[in-house]
Nanobody
Framework: QVQLVESGGGVVQAGGSLRLSCAAS????????MGWFRQAPGKERELVGF???????YYADSVKGRFTISRDNAKDTVALQMNSLKPEDTAVYLC??????????????????WGQGTQVTVSS
């Protein structure tokens, strides 16, 4: 059974930092793209960013320069370092992984495995 398990969420003041981690089990994703999405109440799920197996990264404009994705292929983990957090970053953050290279990486529908999510709350 494939599982993605996030950790590291919490409550932080605006301007603070948090680091989220996601550990995969049941299969390896070292050859696949892994990414982070977020969903705020009443809003659609949005892409935060992703990292390909080769290390290429993409970030949404809203987080560019503040968030950094890293991954350890040997351990099948991916992390999201979030700095200079803003109240509008408040959301449930979800780790996701692709099983294949089919479809655009920007589209959540093209991710096959999802974690349960971890809450990030940024207070003003």
């Amino acid at each position: 059974q494939v599982q993605l398990v996030e950790s590291g969420g919490g409550v932080v003041q605006a301007g603070g930092s948090l680091r989220l981690s996601c550990a995969a089990s049941g299969r390896t994703f070292s050859s696949n793209t892994m990414g982070w999405f977020r969903q705020a109440p009443g809003k659609e799920r949005e892409l935060v960013g992703f990292m390909t197996s080769g290390g290429t990264t993409y970030y949404a404009d809203s987080v560019k320069g503040r968030f950094t994705i890293s991954r350890d292929n040997a351990k099948d983990t991916v992390a999201l370092q979030m700095n200079s957090l803003k109240p509008e970053d408040t959301a449930v953050y979800l780790c996701a992984a692709r099983a294949t290279g089919t479809g655009a990486r920007l589209n959540a529908d093209n991710y096959d495995y999802w974690g349960q999510g971890t809450q990030v709350t940024v207070s003003s």
